[in-house]
């Protein structure tokens, strides 16, 4: 299965780096679900569980605030607070 680089991050922290298949990011109108080879995107985040599947296991982080960015197989998670 192809994957893509996900990154979590905060103001005070770096909380995920890895690779990964799947991610549910919640956005500020609703999940947006992202694969492997995505459209660029820019959108801002709600608050929920964010949930990446790698390797056949399910990581969940509850994010609050802030801006997600797709691009070139790169997702960026830029958070107000995440743990």
Same mark, same amino acid.
């Given at each position: 299965m192809d994957t893509f680089q996900i990154e979590v991050v905060t103001p005070e922290k770096l909380v995920l780096d890895q690779r990964a298949e799947f991610a549910e990011i919640p956005g500020k109108d609703g999940y947006i679900g992202v694969l492997a080879?995505?459209?660029a995107l820019l959108g801002e985040l709600g608050e929920g569980a964010l949930k990446i599947t790698a390797g056949g296991? %399910?990581?969940e %982080?509850?994010?609050s605030g802030g801006y997600v960015e797709v691009r070139d197989n790169h997702v960026r998670v830029l958070a107000d607070k995440a743990g």
């Open positions: 080879g995505h459209a296991q %399910i990581r %982080i509850t994010v």
